[in-house]
Structures are given as structure tokens and as C-alpha cells.
């Protein structure tokens, strides 16, 4: 949005967060368009909704970027916090790419889909004691969802090539309310820094790791 002409859907479960979110980028004088779009990944009618208007208003979509996630579940059962996390991190995402695949299909370009992991969610990571993931105690729900999710983008490559591009990709630890310890004070980085490289994604500057498990500087071992 901040360059060239794009013109993005900012899906939001609430409404007035959403609109929160649109006027402070709708400030900042970009040259690209954002516009609103209520959107819960847990609810199949959110998404059909979502699917019905972006199809009627363009027909079609260039790229669809799969960012909800649910990290530290507070209260609640183990079987509870692994349910909670599995609908919105992997059922989310499987619904939301199979609901779009047919207007990324009509992509006058080359259709890209991106699911949002985390490095936290590398089983060889999680085994290997010289890797920081390796002291990632508690909040499984979070880690296994998105080992969930890999498997579930690996999938998506294999069955949605040639007609869209899919990647996995992490973002590295990025300043936000995803969870309590995702602050600057906590070394996290800024967002405008770790958006430049889901940018390239978006432009195909990447195109030949789709498949991979994409990071700023490479990919991860699964």
C-alpha cells in the first residue's frame, strides 16, 4: 500500500478495531487504497461473506495474505487452548485458502498465498538444543498449530500449483498484540522493518522459494 497502486482488504473480526486500524493507515498519506473487510476465520459465514464481496466488487484477487493467529490462551482446559488454536491457525487458513482459490484463480497475474507461521513451528528447530526454539516451554497450542499449518501449506503448494504460488512465511519476532512479550523492550522488531520481505513475496521478487518455509534472510528446515 505504501508504494505502487494496491488497493488491500484489512480483514478484521471487530469492526471497530478494524476502523481503528483504516484511519491510522489511511493517514499516513499512502498511495495505495485499504478498505475494511469483517472478517472471522473460525466462522465459515464470515469468510463466504468476505468471499461474496471482494468477488463482487473485483471479480477476482492477486493475493491473499493468512496473518490470524492465537497465541497465549489464557484459562481453559489443555484439550480447550489446543482447540481454540487449531480453528483460527490452521482450520482459519485452510478455509480461507480453499474459499479464495477461486478468485486467486482469476488473477490477471500471477496469484500468490501467503499462510503466516513462525519459526516456532520447525520440528527440527524444536529438537535441537543449540536453537533458542528448543527452551520454548508451555503454550503448545501455539507451537503444534503452526507445525499444523506448515504441513497444511505444504499441502496447498502441491495441489494449488500451477495456478497459485503458496508460501509459508515467517516474519520473525515483530512488534504487536499477538502476545504479552511481543514489545520493543523484548527485543521485538518493528513492523516496517519486518514487512519488507512479505512485500517481496507479494511482488514475486521470491517466487522461486514458493514451496519453502520463507524468512527474511532464507528459509527454515521444516
Known amino acids: 500500500m505504501a508504494e505502487g497502486s494496491y488497493h488491500v482488504y484489512l480483514g478484521s473480526r471487530s469492526i471497530e478495531k478494524g476502523e481503528t486500524a483504516l484511519r491510522d493507515l489511511q ?8 478498505e475494511l473487510l469483517q472478517l472471522d476465520v473460525t466462522s465459515d459465514d464470515s469468510i463466504n461473506a468476505a468471499v461474496q ?6 471479480g477476482k484477487l492477486d493475493v491473499l495474505v493468512d496473518n490470524a ?8 482446559s489443555l484439550r480447550e487452548r489446543m482447540r481454540a488454536a487449531y480453528d483460527t491457525n490452521v482450520i482459519g487458513a485452510a478455509v480461507m485458502g480453499d474459499s ?5 484463480k482469476k488473477s490477471s497475474n500471477t496469484p500468490r498465498l501467503i499462510n503466516v507461521s513462525s519459526g516456532v513451528g520447525s520440528i527440527t528447530h524444536r529438537l535441537d538444543p543449540q536453537n533458542a526454539m528448543y527452551s520454548f ?7 503444534v498449530s503452526k507445525a499444523a499449518m506448515n504441513l497444511l501449506s505444504a499441502c496447498m503448494f502441491v495441489e494449488y500449483k500451477p495456478d497459485v504460488k503458496v508460501f509459508t512465511y ?3 519476532f515483530t512488534v504487536s498484540n499477538l502476545g504479552p512479550f511481543n514489545t520493543a523492550d523484548q527485543g521485538a522488531r518493528p513492523v516496517a522493518e519486518s514487512v519488507v520481505s512479505l512485500v517481496e ?6 517466487d522461486g522459494e514458493a514451496g519453502a518455509f520463507v524468512h527474511k534472510d532464507g528459509a527454515y528446515p521444516w
Open 27 to 34: 493517514s499516513r498519506g499512502y498511495t495505495g487504497t485499504a
Open 53 to 58: 464481496t471482494v468477488e463482487a466488487a473485483h
Open 69 to 76: 493467529a492465537i497465541t497465549v490462551i489464557q484459562g481453559g
Open 100 to 104: 479464495f482459490l477461486p478468485l486467486l
Open 137 to 143: 516451554f508451555g503454550h503448545w497450542q501455539y507451537g
Open 170 to 172: 515467517c516474519p520473525g
Open 201 to 206: 513475496l507479494i511482488e514475486g521478487k521470491r
